[in-house]
């Protein structure tokens, strides 16, 4: 497989000569919902944003600009991928989460076969078999003169690939990244390990040897220890770029005993309170990561974003027993409705973004590593790229008459053909496009559409595939358009074994 875009050196003080680059810090949570926080993404404060307490969230939303219709992929493989190559899921054909070289992951289904996707995820080597070979934005910011540091998940490649090590991707540092897309455990005292409940040990979260036996959480690891490695670039005088990619807030859940017992005293039922528990852990983290970059008179020159990878695992996703709900989004991880994908956002970007400042334009995942190519004066190598599909958002964070060079009649699109296992509304083969306030889903399954005017609609709750017939088809031509024009792999029909069919209305 050949590398879908080339590999260029730039002379750092060719791109920073006139004044010092900015730091960054892009913070992502895993399966947190976009109610999971007491920031409010929805157009009202809900009783699931009272559950929550994130004052550090709050404080970066005051501080910068939130995003109300943010989204990523509906797993978190895909998203990562995503971000790192500025390619949708469609192009980059890793639809699923990876782990094992060469396996699907995938569970069952009665009528489809999933199609041969990228399952080795995320590779530096164009050898690698269904792998993406693709720079990834760490590697295009480290070539820019960056000290590029991941801590946490990682999830880029399967294991035994060379994707599975965040240094082949162009990262400088990797604190505890791996292979898997959750922790053996977030407990010290376990070595964070899922040996204790027989969990195979390629889930062990690698590299935390000197927290083995300690009284610590996992979130907490890995914040010492972003904060040393941000330390190290300070004294080095070394832009960096820090991808905190936290494990936070996927299973399985332990009781962070910093924050636990308030929950249960609050009402909340064990695994309830483990989850508030484990975000506002997570918000801790933000928090000491910021009050670093203050400690070190950085904050003016750092951008800090937040994202989270996909929806929150919902109770409707799960058979009616989970953590949260999404409300009033439908459904939640794994599906093409709102709650699958739809995620909080925040980006702090010192003396551009307006305090307080709130956008309701709609932004994707693979928007990210455009927009910080040029926010960083880096943009310089989208030109020499043959194939981006993401959209910066910059010009949304400057605001006023910069807006409008953002396509705000742009269409966002997501592909998965693959079958994750839990039921629910949207939950299974699919594939889907948004237009505007409208969004249409094609299930894979029974080749059905499914259309909704989130304007009037957010909860997703009124199919008008049959009374909008136009606006149907209008869209279902769009998205068959894209999943041609990307390659994008479609799951074949068992009894028939022919692929399933582009939609069409």
């Known amino acids: 497989m050949k590398p879908l875009l080339p590999v260029l050196f730039l002379a750092a003080a060719d791109l920073f000569a006139a004044s010092p680059p900015p730091n960054v810090v892009l913070f992502l949570v895993d399966d947190m919902g976009w ?8 157009s009202e404060v809900t009783p699931l944003n009272r559950k929550f307490h994130t004052p550090h969230m709050e404080r970066l939303a005051a501080a910068g600009m939130k995003f109300t219709q943010a989204y990523a992929c509906c797993v978190c493989s895909p998203t990562r991928v995503s971000l790192m190559t ?6 980059h054909k890793v639809t699923n989460w990876t ?6 992951p995938d569970a069952k289904h009665p ?38 540091i991941h801590a946490g998940k990682a999830h880029f490649g399967a294991m035994d690939t060379p994707g599975a090590e965040p240094r082949n991707l162009g990262f400088d540092i990797n604190l ?20 204790w409940r027989r969990a195979p040990s390629f889930w062990d979260v690698p590299g935390l040897e000197p927290y083995h036996g300690k009284d610590i959480f996992l979130t907490e690891a890995l914040t010492l220890e972003a904060n040393k490695a941000m330390d190290r670039a300070v004294a080095d005088k070394k832009p960096f770029f820090l991808y905190m990619a936290h494990y936070a807030v996927h299973v399985p859940f332990a009781a962070d005993k910093r924050f636990y017992q308030k929950y249960r005293d609050a009402g909340l039922d064990d695994t309830e309170a483990m989850y508030a528990a484990l975000v506002e852990g997570m918000d801790k983290s933000l928090g000491d990561l910021m009050a670093n970059l203050d400690r070190h008179g950085l904050a003016s020159n750092t951008i800090v974003l937040f994202m989270s990878d996909n929806g929150g695992l919902s109770a409707s996703g799960r058979g009616g027993a989970a953590h949260t709900h999404n409300a009033p989004l439908s459904s939640g991880k794994g599906s093409a409705r709102e709650g699958g994908v739809r995620v909080p956002m925040i980006v702090k970007w010192p003396g551009v973004t307006a305090a307080g400042s709130v956008c309701k334009q709609y932004v994707m995942i693979e928007d990210f590593l455009p927009s910080l190519l040029e926010m960083t004066g880096a943009s310089a190598k989208l030109k020499t790229m043959p194939r981006v599909d993401g959209v910066s958002f910059a010009p949304l964070l400057r605001g006023g008459a910069e807006a409008a060079r953002y396509p705000a009649d742009r269409a966002l699109y997501w592909h998965y053909p693959n079958v994750w296992g839990p039921s629910g509304p949207g939950i299974g083969p699919h594939s889907a496009v948004r237009h505007g306030d409208w969004k249409l889903i094609y299930y894979h399954t029974d080749r059905r559409c499914e259309l909704f005017n ?40 068992k009894k028939s074994g022919q692929a399933v069919e582009l939609p069409g209305i």
Do not use: I
Request: charged share 20%; net charge neutral.
């Open 35 to 42: 109610q999971d926080t007491s920031v409010p993404f929805h």
């Open 111 to 148: 009528t489809l076969q999933p199609p041969a996707w990228n399952v080795n995820g995320l590779s530096p080597d164009p050898a690698t078999p269904r792998a993406v070979c693709a720079p990834t934005l760490p590697q295009l910011l480290r070539e820019a003169g960056y000290r590029t």
């Open 86 to 91: 500025g390619l949708n899921a469609a192009r």
């Open 176 to 195: 505890a990244g791996h292979a898997a897309g959750g922790p053996g455990s977030y407990l010290g005292g376990q070595n964070f390990s899922g040996t």
């Open 454 to 493: 989130l304007a009037a609609d957010l909860g997703e709750q009124h199919d008008l595939v049959e009374t909008e017939r136009a606006k149907a088809k209008e869209l279902a031509a769009m998205l068959t358009r894209w999943l041609k024009e990307t390659g994008a792999p479609m799951p074949l029909d």
């Open 99 to 104: 782990l094992r070289k060469d396996a699907a």
